[in-house]
């Protein structure tokens, strides 16, 4: 069993920064490709950034290239969410993600099989 637990959601005013951390336990963390995803109220979870084991591969959705930057760390165990410009819209519950048995985890919720419990990032206007 893969235990993932978030930290460093908030509140923060439109604009602004936060980092995400989700620090991984059960399995060797280089073993494990993860990702970030995010829930609003009443919608469905979405890919926020993917990264592959090693970290020599990342990927974004369109909606936050150039303002997020996913990261890990695997002597720690952890992996990041650098988030910058923040908007309003993107308030929501942000999960990180961990999949088995592949190199990149990719963009579907569906192929990942380990969830942490999230984490509440509020963007006031």
């Known amino acids: 069993q893969v235990q993932l637990v978030e930290s460093g959601g908030g509140l923060v005013q439109a604009g602004g920064s936060l980092r995400l951390s989700c620090v991984a336990s059960?399995?060797?963390?280089?073993?494990?490709?993860m990702g970030w995803f995010r829930q609003a109220p009443g919608k469905e979870r979405e890919f926020v950034a993917a990264?592959?084991?090693?970290?020599?591969?990342?990927g974004y959705a369109d909606s936050v290239k150039g303002r997020f930057t996913i990261s890990r760390d695997n002597a720690k165990n952890t992996v990041y969410l650098q988030m910058n410009s923040l908007k309003p819209e993107e308030s929501a519950i942000y999960y990180c993600?961990?999949?088995?048995?592949?190199?990149?985890?990719?963009?579907?919720?569906?192929?990942?099989?380990?969830w942490g419990q999230g984490t509440q990032v509020t963007v006031s206007p």
């Open positions: 990264i592959s084991r090693s970290g020599g591969s990342t």
């Open positions: 993600a961990a999949r088995l048995g592949t190199y990149y985890g990719g963009t579907n919720p569906t192929e990942y099989d380990y």
């Open positions: 059960g399995r060797t963390f280089s073993t494990l490709a």
